[in-house]
């Protein structure tokens, strides 16, 4: 059974940091692409990020100098470290899986494409 498992929200002042954490189980990251995405309330949920087997990442302009996508392939983990967060930042984050996605060096996939999620974690920055 596959699982992804969100962790490392929570709430951090304007211009601080967090390390979010995707751990998955039940898939491989060297057979599946990994994306980070967020949703706030009232609001459709946004790709940020993702990284494909091949080691190729994408990001969307609004983080893509604050965030970076990393894995640890031995822990079965994908991390998102987010830095120089803003309030508008304030949001629920997933992670997700996409099976065979060899590259993103044309971007990320849509979010219906994605085949596996997590349930996520609150992020909260306050000013």
């Known amino acids: 059974q596959v699982h992804l498992a969100e962790t490392g929200g929570g709430l951090v002042p304007s211009g601080g940091s967090l390390r979010l954490s995707c751990a998955v189980s039940?898939?491989?990251?060297?057979?599946?692409?990994i994306g980070w995405f967020r949703q706030a309330p009232a609001k459709q949920r946004e790709t940020l990020s993702c990284i494909a087997t091949d080691g190729t990442t994408a990001y969307t302009d609004a983080v893509k100098d604050r965030f970076t996508i990393s894995t640890d392939g031995a822990k079965k983990t994908v991390y998102l470290q987010m830095n120089n967060l803003k309030p508008e930042d304030t949001a629920r984050y997933f992670c997700a899986a996409i099976r065979r996605l060899r590259t993103v060096r044309l971007g990320c996939p849509t979010v219906p494409s994605f085949d596996y999620w997590g349930q996520g974690t609150q992020v909260t920055v306050s000013t």
């Open positions: 039940g898939i491989t990251l060297d057979m599946h692409a």
